[in-house]
């Protein structure tokens, strides 16, 4: 399988905890977006990355979330001291370097805090 | 980016066609019509994309006017398998940041 990969599935923590999620993109693309999706809604933008360089973040985006993506490839996803609220589906996408390419998702990581 | 409207839900039985319409009245010249396709605990799946008039793949024609303001998703023969939420979004160029609206529930009938 060639898609975008994401680590874990499934994620269950306690309020306060610190959570890390993995992405591994389509391997030729070097667009790299991370999305939150709550229950009934549509998928929102929380940041995009070209390379490793980070370009654009959302206000979605508090202090207590930091993403990287070190050497171009993989991403992770860091959530510290997590609340109720950060329950959410989180979907990352990869596209190819070229205007109007399609953003490929993978199955997202849904984290539960308890 | 443009606001898209599409129906919150739509129902069709199994051999149908159905037609999905999105308005995006304040679409860009630049701007691409987009739609995704998004089953329960799975991220959206690229369906189909087009500038203007028609474009068909092996799953679904997209038709789009010639002002257009809006966009016609037509899956055609429909199964249950096709019962999903389906998405339109306008596309600019740049970094495309992707905003979904809540979809178009689909649900497909015997």
């Known amino acids: 399988d060639t898609g975008v990969s994401q680590d874990p599935r499934h994620k269950i923590t306690k309020r306060g905890q610190n959570v890390t999620f993995r992405c591994d993109p389509i391997?030729?693309?070097?667009?790299l977006y991370w999305y939150r999706q709550t229950l009934g809604q549509g998928p929102e933008f929380l940041t995009y990355?070209?390379?490793?360089?980070?370009?654009?973040k959302s206000r979605l985006l508090s202090d207590r979330f930091s993403a990287e993506r070190p050497k171009g490839s993989f991403s992770t996803l860091e959530i510290q001291r997590t609340e109720q609220g950060d329950s959410a589906m989180y979907l990352c996408?990869?596209?190819?370097?070229?205007?109007?390419?399609?953003?490929?998702f993978g199955d997202g990581t849904r984290l539960s805090i308890l | 980016l443009a606001k898209t409207t599409q129906p919150i839900s739509m129902d069709s039985y199994e051999g149908q066609e159905v037609n999905i319409t999105c308005s995006h009245n304040?679409?860009?010249?630049?701007?691409?019509i987009t739609w995704y396709q998004q089953f329960p605990s799975q991220g959206p799946r690229f369906i189909i994309q087009?500038?203007?008039t028609k474009v068909t793949n092996e799953v679904a024609s997209l038709f789009i006017p010639a002002d257009r303001k809006s966009s016609t998703l037509s899956l055609p023969r429909v199964s249950l398998s096709d019962t999903a939420v389906y998405y339109c979004?306008?596309?600019?160029?740049?970094?495309?940041?992707?905003?979904f609206g809540t979809g178009t529930r689909l649900l497909v009938s015997p």
């Open positions: 391997s030729e693309h070097n667009r």
């Open positions: 990355f070209q390379n490793e360089a980070q370009l654009e």
């Open positions: 304040n679409i860009a010249t630049n701007d691409y």
């Open positions: 979004l306008v596309v600019g160029t740049g970094f495309q940041k992707l905003v």
């Open positions: 996408a990869s596209s190819a370097g070229t205007d109007n390419q399609p953003q490929h």
């Open positions: 087009g500038y203007k």
